[in-house]
């Protein structure tokens, strides 16, 4: 994680119990640290993420940009969403397939992993709202609704 961070020179002076560097007579005879010491010190700030906004686009960075930043892969990977996530979004249905049908990159798979009688509905209805997006079963939840 050190490649979102930094490191920042401060103006603060440091000082240590041995040398080398200027004693500080002061500081001495208050029994403290009095080796002033003659480098300049750092301390690790975060690093900021800036956007580019061109040609009235903006890009996201949403987690699959994220975690493409944060891999070691050269070209992003097919962008895939749990049906878990579709199904806990407070949104709309019909502001979900205008997300849906016009992500970067194109939205390529869907996992169904929730089977439930309401879960099963859904996936259909999405599979005829968005024909070309691939649909794979991973069960991780089981619901009573059938």
């Not at 050190?2 to 603060?12: I, P, V």
């Not at 002033?36 to 690790?44: D, S």
């Not at 049906?83 to 996992?111: D, F, G, K, N, R």
Request: charged share 20%.
């Amino acid at each position: 994680m050190e490649h979102l961070y930094y490191s920042k020179k401060t103006n603060e002076v440091t000082y240590s119990a041995s040398g080398p560097g200027t004693i500080d007579v002061y500081r001495l005879i208050r029994f403290q640290s009095y080796w002033k010491k003659n480098t300049q010190p750092t301390k690790l700030e975060k690093k900021s993420l800036v956007i580019k906004i061109a040609h009235d686009h903006l890009h996201v960075v949403d987690n699959y940009w994220l975690n493409y930043l944060l891999s070691t892969e050269k070209d992003p990977p097919p962008y895939q969403l749990d049906q878990q996530e579709i199904l806990q979004s407070p949104h709309s249905e019909q502001q979900l397939m205008e997300v849906l049908t016009h992500s970067t990159p194109p939205l390529a798979t869907i996992i169904h992993n929730e089977f439930s009688g309401n879960a099963n509905k859904h996936i259909a209805g999405l599979s005829q709202q968005i024909p070309q997006i691939k649909i794979v079963q991973q069960p991780k939840k089981f619901g009573s609704q059938c």
